[in-house]
């Protein structure tokens, strides 16, 4: 079956640290995949997105994400956390079709 | 650009009560997709829509949920008879309308708070 899967579902850092964000895709060819942020009480917003080509994509506010085809991976990744970073983050997966499927989400907590 | 805007940002209906939510998509953007967010289930697909057709509706519950697309500027999701299992956010999205194969990027309203007393 076409999924994603984020195995983590709770996250603390401390602020200025660095943080990866885990997701495993399953699909059998070239997914495309995304990351979004959703803060509190709000939509959700694009970091970044993961269309066949250069397996590292940058995004917005200092996120990447690195897609792995060998490890069925596309983990999110920044080198200092902020505060503001405090959210859940979501990985997706858009397979031939145009709807997105989403991971269950990751809440990351910043610690002072 | 405003980006997707949907309206109520809350609303709060009595058990059994219908609710409408609209959803107004980024101008120029041709396809206009529904999810439905909860702590238990997480984001759900309901169903997209394709310069105003139903593509898809696979996610929809078969009873009392409805949704449709009148014009190109506003989807709206219907729920009749509503229940407290239905409290959620609902969320809509836009895109622009990708067609064979081609995957193009959605965006996302800041969603509708449903609670069903």
């Known amino acids: 079956a076409q999924s994603v899967t984020q195995p983590d579902a709770r996250v603390t850092v401390s602020e200025g640290a660095s943080l990866q964000l885990r997701c495993k895709y399953s699909?059998?060819?070239?997914?495309?995949l995304f990351w979004y942020v959703q803060y509190p009480r709000q939509g959700l917003q694009l970091l970044l997105k993961y269309y066949p080509g250069d397996p590292v994509v940058q995004g917005v506010n200092g996120f990447e994400a690195e897609f792995s085809k060998s490890n069925s991976s596309f983990h999110l990744r920044k080198a200092s956390v902020h505060w503001s970073d405090w959210a859940v983050y979501f990985c997706?997966?858009?397979?031939?079709?145009?709807?997105?499927?989403f991971g269950k989400g990751a809440k990351l907590t910043v610690s002072p | 650009n405003a980006g997707v805007i949907q309206t109520p940002r809350h609303k709060v209906t009595g058990k059994g009560q219908e609710a409408t939510l609209w959803c107004e998509p980024i101008s120029g953007h041709s396809a206009v997709f529904w999810y439905r967010q909860t702590i238990v289930q997480g984001l759900e697909f309901l169903t997209y829509?394709?310069?105003?057709?139903?593509?898809?509706d696979s996610g929809m519950p078969k009873e009392r949920f409805s949704a449709q697309m009148p014009n190109q500027s506003h989807s709206t999701l219907k729920i009749q008879s509503t229940q407290p299992q239905d409290s959620a956010v609902y969320l809509c999205?836009?895109?622009?309308?990708?067609?064979?194969?081609?995957?193009?990027?959605?965006?996302f309203g800041s969603g509708t708070r449903l609670t069903v007393l």
């Open positions: 699909y059998f060819g070239t997914p495309y």
């Open positions: 997706a997966f858009q397979g031939t079709g145009s709807k997105l499927s």
């Open positions: 999205a836009s895109s622009l309308g990708g067609t064979g194969g081609v995957r193009k990027t959605l965006y």
């Open positions: 829509f394709r310069n105003q057709a139903p593509i898809d």
